[in-house]
């Protein structure tokens, strides 16, 4: 991280320095200006970067076209700028839940940022830095629905879920028997089974509820409970022989001090209402392993 400070500051000493012995031209002034501005939209580092993001979760990651938006989009592009690399030197690689560990392992991506709960089981395989969230297991009702503020309320409800997700399964088995599961290939469809009344409940990661409620199509009409019942803390994966851990945790802790984790959280998720768990966030990065 300070090797990269330290490349961008002697970039900008030569810029000046150059510009210094230059006529006065204006042409040369200007050539002046915009290597300086490509040094600095390149971050000092060489090469690019292959971060590993979700393309299909709004408000976390999300692609659309060229563009790439979310929480999760946003914590990277601060890190890696932390790191040297401006945000012309970042790939954004699709990184779908089942498939993370296997483009770490294969060197297809450098970190991954995709709602990555760190697990022991995970560790065995891959590596983590942070967390920079901590997410928890919640509901996703109507807006005007005050019936359910907990898991034990579904009990004769309809609930909907991802196909392949163990989250509703979890609240059958644990809280309401009596819950009725209906799954659907995305956390898109489940909202709109439970705006045209459908289902009573979404569930999964609070903060992925907060990103489906915060699209301008279901603003006003959904809301997060806010009584999360389990723990996720994200991590950024790395390979198992990575030596970005102790960077990448000054990275977040930087990001939090200064408030722009608060920022980015509010620019992306803001609009749904939702409040992160104070008593977890924002959390404070593991000691590297």
Known sequence: MRRGRLVLALAAAATLTLAGCSSDDGGDDTDAGATSEATEETGGAEGTIKIGIKFDQPGLGYQDGSEYTGFDV?????????????????????????????????????????????????????????????????????????????????????????????????????????????????????VTALTAGTVDAVTTDDIILAGLAAVPANEGKVKVVGNPFSEENYGVGLAKDSDKCEAINEAITKMIDDGTWQELLDKNVGASGYKANEELNPPTPAACA
């Open 74 to 190: 946003d914590v990277a592009k601060f890190v890696a700028g932390e790191l040297g690399y401006g945000e012309d030197q970042i790939e954004w690689v699709q990184a779908p839940s089942a498939q993370r560990e296997t483009l770490l392992q294969n060197g297809q991506v450098d970190m991954i940022f995709a709602t990555y709960s760190i697990t022991d089981k995970r560790k065995e395989v891959v590596s983590f830095a942070g967390p920079y969230f901590v997410a928890g297991q919640d509901l996703l009702v109507a807006a005007d629905d005050d019936s359910i503020s907990g898991p034990e309320d579904l009990e004769g409800k309809n609930l909907c879920s991802v196909t392949g997700s163990t989250s509703a399964q979890r609240i059958k088995d644990e809280y309401a028997t009596g819950t009725n599961l209906l799954e659907q290939p995305g956390y898109a469809e489940c």
